[in-house]
């Protein structure tokens, strides 16, 4: 059965830090892997999604990256901001589902 | 505006009450899902459907029940089978089962 882990479960930093979320899985037989954004209170936004033949997948100040092989997957966060504050979660796709992590709950210090 | 709406946005149960939760998309999307979500856990799948009259068993279905008589539209109901309902839950879509989901606001359910 799949379990994927996201550690640390909480995370503060100073303004303008780069950063790295990281999230594991137990399974490699994924077809992609999806990270979200979660606002208290609010549903879930799609930052990235990579595909199981990809490495990579970049949006504006985010870089998620993706190794099968070794059951990993990070989101970079680069010159974190305030508003960058909120939960992130990973999931990994397979059997038409998503097995989700418990989130890292990050917080961005002026 | 394409997306996903959830309503309501709140609701209070009573216990030994039946509540249906509304999902809507109008992004033309396949593959729809119930997620439920507790205090600092992640999510857990209840039920998702493929196809329109054709919906699965996620990892915790017991207590709960759901239709796809339309591709808009998957409503959940919680039944008073469910012993703990409060919960923040979430609906989702995606083009096909397997790809990208998008998701809507939630519904947060609280019993009395």
């Known amino acids: 059965?799949?379990?994927?882990?996201?550690?640390?479960?909480?995370?503060?930093?100073?303004?303008?830090?780069?950063?790295?979320?990281?999230?594991?899985?137990?399974?490699?037989?994924?077809?992609?892997?999806?990270?979200?954004?979660?606002?208290?209170?609010k549903g879930l936004t799609s930052l990235l999604l990579i595909q199981s033949s990809q490495r990579e997948q970049t949006s504006g100040r985010l870089n998620a990256s993706l190794d099968k092989s070794s059951g990993r997957s990070t989101l970079y966060i680069a010159a974190s901001q305030p508003g960058d504050s909120a939960t992130y979660l990973c999931a990994a796709g397979q059997g038409g589902k998503l097995i989700f992590g418990q989130g890292t709950e990050l917080s961005v210090k002026p | 505006d394409g997306g996903i709406t959830q309503s309501p946005?709140?609701?209070?149960?009573?216990?030994?009450?039946?509540?249906?939760?509304?999902?809507?998309?109008?992004?033309?999307?396949?593959?729809?899902y119930w997620y439920r979500q507790d205090p600092g856990q992640g999510l857990r799948l209840i039920y998702?459907?493929?196809?329109?009259?054709?919906?699965?068993?996620?990892?915790?279905?017991?207590?709960?029940?759901?239709?796809?008589?339309?591709?808009?539209?998957?409503?959940?109901?919680?039944?008073?089978?469910?012993?703990n309902p409060t919960a923040f839950y979430l609906c989702a879509s995606s083009i096909v089962a397997g790809n990208e989901q998008f998701f809507g606001p939630g519904t947060r359910l609280t019993v009395l």
């Not at chain 2, 709140?10 to 039946?18: P, V």
């Not at chain 2, 279905?61 to 109901?77: D, H, I, M, N």
């Open chain 2, 48 to 83: 998702y459907s493929q196809i329109v009259n054709d919906f699965q068993k996620g990892d915790i279905a017991e207590g709960y029940s759901v239709s796809r008589e339309k591709k808009e539209s998957f409503p959940l109901t919680v039944t008073s089978a469910q012993k």
């Open chain 2, 9 to 32: 946005k709140y609701l209070f149960r009573k216990e030994g009450q039946n509540v249906t939760l509304s999902c809507e998309q109008n992004l033309n999307h396949d593959a729809m």
């Open chain 1, 1 to 41: 059965k799949q379990e994927v882990t996201q550690i640390p479960a909480a995370l503060s930093v100073p303004e303008g830090e780069n950063l790295v979320l990281n999230c594991s899985f137990t399974d490699s037989a994924i077809y992609n892997l999806q990270w979200f954004r979660q606002d208290p209170g």
